[in-house]
């Protein structure tokens, strides 16, 4: 068994210790209130007991609770009593120097928690290091000065999450739709460089990913793209391919007839398609931006973005060209090819695509055989989002999420119409629903008073992400806020009026919908007597962002946490707080948003069809998934799964499994298992359990994870069932 140091560290598990220190606190006292050798050896072992049922590594801080608590049950008082003054006056040290040993610890590469703090940020190299270190810096500014004392108390508690306190002292902004279409046809500034109208396709892709690079350096959160916006300058470079070939044959003295020249241009198109798309995903693959990662970056393929012909047409091709390279992957060190992280892509499901006799279900048969063995696309119903998504015209409308499922809210503007592209997230507040529930003890009527308490101190929390961005020059960040890929603001001037009137979004987050129905009802939301409980947290949570917003102008909105570390921060700190309640805190991980439970069986369908209800009820983002098994040879069924979310829900994935061993070649699932209370990767062909021996790639929140995981999230993984 390990145990994670607080300055993160791990290191094996060593009970002798628990006996020394519980023996000092003994010796420490009159030998009338000692306890006998006896007693302290029970104690000791019922720790050990006690961290052993954890099934995860436990905290120093954990261990010296569950010593506390049975020192106490032991009628030790005295003894109990200098324990836990003597840790008080260790805490009050080390509270001066917290920050110095974690950076210390991230240098050495020993911060357990760091290194699976991101499963897309590799803790080894500088550049992530740097990034980290500053984020301890930004964290201690933030605890200390920039947050009230009551939100950095429930944070570190666990009844809400205030995210990326790591950046909060920044003036940042969390994710974001960027308007490349404005970017690209009227040019933009990178790094004081005007970039001017590309005069090719693969000019323009290789300028995208500048842009790319560039906005994941000043914000923190996903970002996403539409292929729509390059899909013009496949025109513009036909035109020039077409000059090219005729003044070539001019000079050769060569006649050709106009159908050769046609044939002979799309030849080439087809090629620079072929260049401009693969600039795309090597640059994204490859990239590493200040803050240590590749960019967090969405691609959105929807062929109903564009009327005209000509420019659909060419947007097909692209499209085709990116699946065709997807489904191909990427090579490793080893030259294997393998399933990148990066970039996200999201494909609509439409009119135009969805049926056998559609124009364009060749694109769909092979999106499904490109998910089938790399996890991507994921999926929007157009017809799902213009039915749900309805502007104040009237007017339904599909969009892409920003990054992996944050959604905005429908915006139409000054002229009348809808408006995504060029806006963004403020910030993130998320609610532990679960200890929302057990701080009530079941009693329905505390549970709705906590609950107002609890929404109360999010609102608090939100409104300091909100006043942090208020005030912000648009100096701070060029490229966002003059140069078009959200506004063309002057320098110096706020960014003010972007936060207001519903231009941009705030979230509150909420997780463990499933637990805290579990401990409310007796039941799994999915049963018919508990669903309506859980219906109406979802309102009660939605009712709170349309006071908010009537209150101030602002767009709060509803969205359902991706929880990657916190699902396990989240889960520590219940189960420290209430103990191990089975089926509710008896897990390393509580349940993402309002996904049905990792272990409950439960079909693809069935899974997809109850979890519609909710996602309509998280306007501010969210994303369903439906676990499955190897699919590239049942590509029909997966069809019929794609089939499904375009008739039911907005958004939705399927997680297939990907994974390689560079020891022996194996090309399948990498397995999870158990060893000395740790969980581990091992390869189920050679036994390899070297992580840098192999590639991993797991869905976790909505983007794909190559880098691990913590233990919390390891346990979610390795529990979850097929649904198909």
Known sequence: MKIIKRNGAEENFNEEKILIAITKANESVQEEDRMTDLQIKRITESVVIACDSFGRAPSVEEIQDL????????GAFEVAKNYITYRYKRSLIRKSNTTDNKILSLIECNNEEAKQENSNKNPVVNSTQRDYMAGEVSKDITNRILLPQEIVDAHNEGILHFHDSDYFAQHMHNCDLVNLEDMLQNGTVITGTLIER??????????????IAQVASNQYGGQSISLTHLAPFVQVSREKIRRSIKAEMETLGTEITEEQLAEMTENRVRDEIRRGVQTIQYQVVTLLTTNGQAPFVTVFMYLGETDDPQTKHDLAMIIEEVLRQRHQGVKNEKGIW???????????LEEDNIHEDSKYWYLTELAAKCTAKRMVPDYISEKKMKELKVDKNGNGNCYTCMGCRSFLTTYVDENGNPKYYGRFNQGVVTINLVDVALSSGGDKEKFWKIFDERLELCYKALLCRHERLKGTLSDAAPILWQYGALARLKKG????KLLFGGYSTISLGYAGLYECVKYMTGKS????SATPFALDVMEKMNESCRKWKAKHNIDFSLYGTPLESTTYKFAKCLQKRFGVIPGVTDKGYITNSYHVHVTE????FEKLRFEAQFQHLSPGGAISYVEVPNMQDNITAVLQVMKFIYENIIYAELNTKSD???ECGFDGEIQVVEEDGKLEWVCPNCGNRDQDKMNVARRTCGYIGTQYWNQGRTQEIKERVLHL
């Open 67 to 74: 010593v506390e608590k049975k020192i106490m049950a032991h």
């Open 601 to 604: 069986e439960i079909d693809a």
């Open 198 to 211: 590309p005069h090719s396709f693969s000019t323009a892709c290789n300028i995208a990913t500048q842009i």
């Open 660 to 662: 390689y061993c560079q």
């Open 525 to 528: 939301h999915t049963d018919p």
């Open 338 to 348: 393998v399933t990148p992280a990066f970039p996200k892509l999201i494909y609509v």
């Open 493 to 496: 001037e706020p960014i003010d």
